[in-house]
């Protein structure tokens, strides 16, 4: 039960008669602050969070979400994979389960991993709900109020209320559309060293990141493996997006490149498959996995039974490999529609990158712009992003948004960025007055310009001047 939906106890606050439920009052939240754990001090709400309340409304474009199109996977299969799960495997479906995962989908596990060249044993993996419980068990294992945890600047939102729960002090380090900059990482390493501090683990999201759209390049890949080697310091490899790539070649994860040594690797179904069923998966060296499923033991005790045998069902009967390329190519179109909707739409001022998968674009704006003041009035025009300092714990990120093509469809695309575009220069018109400047036009593209855009891969810094 939250705060908010805590019974009210009779006379104790000024609400009408009758309310059974309402919002916590001073006196409320008086009487728990003093029980509450002081690890409840980091916790925030998740910008995301917040926002789908609001996103959900039917009326809103939501370019906010990390939502997949589901309806690469129609309805009557599910509906027939259920049945059978059902029908076939209800006493086992409907029980509690191993802790780690069922033996079989730990092999459907190994196979989605092989797609990217990864050799890993069942015995390698726990099954989770969902990779942000990877997260959350690799807080609970290695952080205590305070320790050092190095990840991307921008960094997944999603991540930023766990790290703030487990009282980490966050160092974000700069990425360019290569990823993360493994001279700063270095140079950073240094300083802390220097401050006689480790950092307990780099969180990184090296292919088609969320938020920023960009993937670290092979030669920082090795860099980052050798580095964490050396050092003896451990890596988090977040990869919902690896498969999801529409255009290029793939580059190996981390976790292939260190040959699961430092790395620990989280991946997911929540992208390929759908994010309703809840499941993910870790795959760590050996005494990192044990002290991973203790800490799940606590948390859940498993994960969905049902869930399990329905992707098991699934990969059974199914190709997922094919499901797999309808969302890319439908994915590839949206991102497409979003580039040349962006080239048409914002000023000449603004930036953003072009990412070759995955499900997110990061714009930056100029620098007077405040992309948080912003969504209130994008609000008021019913559409949503995520404003860039979700993706910070310093503050950072103030100019700049999150967008997400595939969860709305291409009309809602043009659409949704279009009325960005419009409280964008409503916004550069305002600075322009009051200093006295010419405002710059939004780009109006031709199709060659459009072309010629999707073409460019825009830096995720802004230029200087
Ligand atoms: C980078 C990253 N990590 C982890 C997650 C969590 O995914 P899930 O818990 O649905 O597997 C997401 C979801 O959007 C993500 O983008």
Same mark, same amino acid.
């Given at each position: 039960m939250t705060i908010d939906e805590t019974p009210r106890a009779s006379g104790?606050?000024?609400?009408?008669?009758?309310?059974?439920?309402?919002? /916590?009052? *001073?006196?409320?939240?008086?009487?728990?602050?003093? @029980?509450?754990?002081?690890? =409840?001090? %980091? $916790?925030?709400?998740?910008?995301?969070?917040?926002l789908m309340a609001i996103t959900a409304r039917p009326e809103i474009i939501s370019l906010a979400g990390g939502l997949p199109d589901t309806s690469t996977f129609p309805a009557e299969d599910i509906a027939?994979?259920? /049945?059978? *799960?059902?029908?076939?495997?209800?006493?086992?479906? @409907?029980?509690?389960?191993? =802790?780690? %995962? $069922?033996?079989?989908?730990?092999?459907?596990?190994?196979?989605?991993?092989?797609?990217?060249?990864?050799?890993?044993g069942e015995d390698d993996l726990l099954v989770t709900t969902g990779g942000q419980?990877?997260?959350?068990?690799?807080?609970k294992t290695f952080i205590d109020p305070g320790d050092v945890i190095v990840a991307e600047g921008p960094t997944y939102p999603g991540a930023v209320p766990t790290f703030g729960a487990y009282q980490a002090d966050v160092v974000q380090i700069e990425m360019d559309t290569d990823g993360m900059r493994i001279d700063l990482l270095e140079q950073t390493l240094?300083?802390?060293?220097?401050?006689?501090?480790?950092?307990?683990?780099?969180?990184?999201?090296?292919?088609?990141?969320?938020?920023?759209?960009?993937t670290m390049a092979l030669e920082r890949r090795r860099q980052l493996v050798r580095l964490a080697a050396q050092r003896e310091l451990l890596i988090l490899e977040d990869n919902?997006?690896?498969?999801?790539?529409?255009?290029?070649?793939?580059?190996?994860?981390?976790?292939?490149?260190d040959g699961g040594?430092?790395?620990?690797?989280?991946?997911?179904?929540?992208?390929?498959?759908?994010?309703?069923?809840?499941?993910?998966?870790?795959?760590?060296?050996?005494?990192?996995?044990?002290?991973?499923?203790?800490?799940?033991?606590?948390?859940?005790?498993?994960?969905s039974t049902f869930g399990q045998h329905f992707v098991i069902e699934y990969f059974a009967r199914r190709d997922w490999r094919d499901v797999l390329g309808k969302l890319r190519k439908l994915y590839r179109r949206r991102r497409d529609t979003m580039l040349e909707a962006l080239a048409e739409n914002l000023p000449r001022e603004a930036e953003w990158t072009r990412p070759g998968g995955g499900l997110f674009i990061w714009a930056t704006l100029p620098d007077y712009i405040d992309t948080t003041d912003l969504l209130?009035?994008?609000?008021?025009?019913?559409?949503?992003?995520?404003?860039?300092?979700?993706?910070?714990?310093?503050?950072?990120?103030?100019?700049?948004m999150r967008l997400n093509f595939s969860g709305v469809d291409e009309d809602d695309l043009r659409e949704g960025v279009a009325r960005i575009g419009k409280v964008v220069s409503e916004?550069?018109?305002?600075?322009?007055?009051?200093?006295?400047?010419?405002?710059?036009?939004?780009?109006?593209?031709?199709?060659?310009?459009s072309a010629a855009a999707s073409a460019r891969i825009v830096p995720l810094r802004r230029r200087a001047g």
């Open positions: 104790s606050g000024g609400e009408s008669p009758g309310m059974g439920r309402s919002r /916590a009052t *001073v006196r409320d939240l008086e009487r728990y602050a003093q @029980l509450f754990a002081r690890r =409840t001090e %980091g $916790m925030k709400s998740s910008a995301m969070r917040d027939e994979l259920m /049945a059978r *799960v059902a029908r076939d495997a209800s006493a086992r479906a @409907l029980q509690y389960g191993p =802790t780690d %995962g $069922m033996v079989a989908l730990k092999t459907c596990i190994v196979e989605v991993m092989a797609e990217e060249g990864m050799s890993v419980q990877v997260i959350d068990l690799v807080c240094e300083r802390l060293e220097c401050e006689g501090r480790t950092p307990k683990f780099i969180y990184t999201v090296p292919t088609f990141q969320n938020p920023a759209g960009v919902p997006y690896g498969l999801l790539r529409y255009e290029g070649s793939s580059l190996p994860p981390l976790y292939a490149l040594e430092y790395v620990i690797y989280l991946g997911t179904f929540s992208k390929i498959l759908s994010p309703g069923l809840r499941l993910g998966w870790t795959a760590a060296p050996r005494p990192v996995l044990e002290k991973l499923n203790l800490g799940k033991q606590g948390a859940d005790l498993c994960s209130a009035r994008a609000l008021r025009e019913h559409v949503a992003f995520v404003p860039g300092r979700a993706a910070y714990l310093d503050g950072r990120g103030g100019s700049a916004q550069v018109r305002l600075y322009s007055t009051l200093t006295g400047t010419e405002p710059t036009r939004a780009r109006r593209a031709t199709p060659a310009e």
